[in-house]
Each structure stands twice: as C-alpha cells, then as structure tokens.
C-alpha cells in the first residue's frame, strides 16, 4: 500500500514563498501522475499542478507563474514551491499520485496566507 504524506505547510504572508513536499513510501517512477490539489473552506476540490511521468508539468491558470512543481526520483519526493502567495491560496493542499488504476491521496496540509 502507498503512502503518501505531505509536509511543509503553515502560515506565510501574502507575497511570501513556502515550498510543500510529499515523499511517497514507495519509488515514485512507479507514479504514472502525481501532483497537487487544494481545497478551501467552502470550496470545491481543485487541481493546482500536475508532473506526468515524462516530466511535463500543468498547472491551474490561478497559479501559473507563481507555482512550480517538481520531482526527485532519488528521494520519492514530489514538491510545489509555492511563490508570490495570495491571501485566496489559502487552503488544505493535497498531494495525489496514480499508479495504473489506483489512486492515492495524502493526509493534507495547511497553508494560510495573511494579507
């Protein structure tokens, strides 16, 4: 079974950077997608950035520009640095992996961007 489990959240100022990791329990080359999602109060669940297995990236026009994703095979480890954070990024943010038919979410974490 795969484990996913993200870190890095907390507290930021708007305009500020935090970066988020998810390391997998497993090899994530095993990972057909893996990304991030976020979910605010109230809000639906949205997809803020995917990487494919080819290394081709995706992201939410919301975060284009300010959010980079990016992984390291060597340490199971998907990342999002986050840049230039507004006060609406504020949400529960969830890394997601596939591997072929199954799909795998973290516990998420908390990001809250004061303005």
């Known amino acids: 079974q795969v484990q996913l489990m993200e870190s890095g959240g907390g507290l930021v100022q708007a305009g500020g950077s935090l970066r988020l990791s998810c390391a997998a329990s497993?090899?994530?080359?095993?990972?057909?997608?893996l990304g991030w999602y976020r979910q605010a109060p109230g809000k639906q669940h949205d997809m803020v950035a995917t990487?494919?297995?080819?290394?081709?990236?995706y992201y939410a026009d919301s975060v284009k520009d300010r959010f980079t994703i990016s992984r390291d095979n060597a340490k199971n480890t998907v990342y999002l640095q986050m840049n230039k954070v507004k006060p609406e990024d504020t949400a529960t943010y969830y890394c997601?992996?596939?591997?072929?038919?199954?799909?795998?979410w973290g516990q998420g974490t908390q990001v809250t961007v004061s303005s």
């Open positions: 997601h992996g596939v591997v072929v038919d199954d799909s795998y």
């Open positions: 990487i494919i297995r080819t290394g081709s990236t």
């Open positions: 497993g090899s994530i080359s095993s990972f057909s997608v």
